[in-house]
């Protein structure tokens, strides 16, 4: 099966709409919106991702409803609490993966079509490629942590708590700094300041697929609204 191929104002609808209704929707407008997302996953050839996704929903959604109501026990009151909120922003997690992976160009020329101001296109699109690229450094530094002895395993972190954060902590800000001049510097060299109109390469219009994620985007919204 050919993977979709997306508009990025697609995948972006898809984040606000999910990002908006989160944290207010029922239980089943909750599993309805895992349902819509894991199809999008896997739409998109994301066979790899989707199943993790599942799978740590699954799981919380369980821990959250095993200790919901042990209010007398502050581990499983605090469980519960930090458990309700992973819960509900799994399917966040999963709508910005999809946007993450976007082309910055793509994306920049996709939101100025639909003429979103500049101070919103311009850090979006940065942020956006800052994410992979600090994944990128944090699994490095683990491996180098890895081959000194020092990885942020239960047993450092309780033995040496303080010295595994600040060997994590520290060489992943440092990097972090250099990495945000870098992709600012790119972003600059490539012209992004430019007040005129900017020309893509790549093709920013509706498609098929796009109407049809669409479509089923706003069932989903019409179902939770009937059903709240």
Not at 8 to 14: C, H, I
Not at 193 to 218: C, M, Q, W
Request: hydrophobic letters at 55%; charged letters at 15%; one cysteine or more.
């Amino acid at each position: 099966m050919q993977p979709l191929k997306l508009d990025a104002r697609t995948k972006a609808l898809v984040v606000l709409v999910a990002g908006f209704f989160v944290f207010w929707v029922s239980d089943i407008g909750l599993y309805l919106l895992m349902t819509f997302l894991s199809g999008y996953l896997l739409s998109l050839g994301k066979f790899k991702a989707a199943p993790k996704f599942i799978l740590a929903f699954l799981v919380t959604d369980f821990l959250q409803r095993f200790t919901f109501g042990y209010e007398e026990s502050v581990i499983m009151a605090t469980i519960a609490f930090f458990a309700y909120f992973q819960v509900r922003l799994i399917p966040l997690f999963m709508a910005g993966m999809v946007l993450s992976q976007t082309p910055p160009g793509e994306l920049i020329a996709a939101l100025q079509k639909c003429k979103v101001p500049r101070v919103v296109v311009i850090p979006l699109a940065v942020g956006l490629r800052f994410i992979p690229t600090i994944r990128q450094e944090f699994l490095m530094i683990m491996d180098v942590m890895r081959l000194r002895g020092i990885a942020p395993t239960v047993w450092n972190l309780w033995r040496h708590p303080i010295l595994t954060f600040e060997y994590l902590l520290v060489p992943l800000v440092i990097r972090s700094l250099t990495i945000a001049d870098d992709i600012s510097m790119a972003a600059v060299t490539r012209g992004i300041e430019n007040p005129g109109l900017r020309t893509s390469l790549r093709e920013i219009k509706f498609k098929k697929a796009d109407y049809f994620v669409i479509t089923l985007l706003f069932i989903w919204v019409g179902v939770v609204f009937y059903v709240s």
